[in-house]
């Protein structure tokens, strides 16, 4: 019935390139390790030095909220691309430097997840 026009509608000549977009993003926005971050936050701040992993991981979910609010706030003044530009450089640079707290040992990975749970919130994830 009804299903086929819908289709239609959706892959039709106009919107093709938006909806290749959208399903481009929401891609990236997966592999972006924002949810690694978030499903494992408790490990991670152990051995970054937290004593109490679930206030940490309180104070990510809380560093998200805030920061998608300033991004609702911002979306409209600094353009929806350039906010997604910096998010997506961001989250490059807070999965490398995760990478290399690890690899090395380092402590201060505690700081990384809360960076890291910042950038979505700002570009991608709004």
Do not use: K
Not at 20 to 30: H, I, N, P, T, W
Not at 35 to 53: E, H, K, M
Not at 58 to 80: E, Y
Request: net charge positive; aromatic share 6%.
């Amino acid at each position: 019935g009804g299903g086929g026009a819908s289709l239609r509608l959706l892959l039709g000549r106009g919107v093709r390139r938006q909806f290749g977009l959208g399903c481009v993003l929401m891609f990236v926005q997966q592999f972006s390790g924002i949810n690694a971050v978030i499903f494992y936050s408790a490990s991670i701040l152990q051995a970054g030095g937290i004593d109490d992993p679930n206030t940490g991981g309180l104070l990510i979910m809380g560093v998200q909220v805030v920061m998608t609010a300033v991004a609702v706030l911002l979306m409209d003044r600094a353009g929806r691309r350039a906010l997604l530009l910096v998010s997506l450089a961001g989250m490059c640079f807070c999965a490398a430097a995760m990478g290399a707290f690890h690899l090395n040992a380092q402590r201060p990975t505690w700081l990384v997840p809360h960076l890291q749970s910042i950038e979505p919130s700002v570009g991608s994830g709004p």
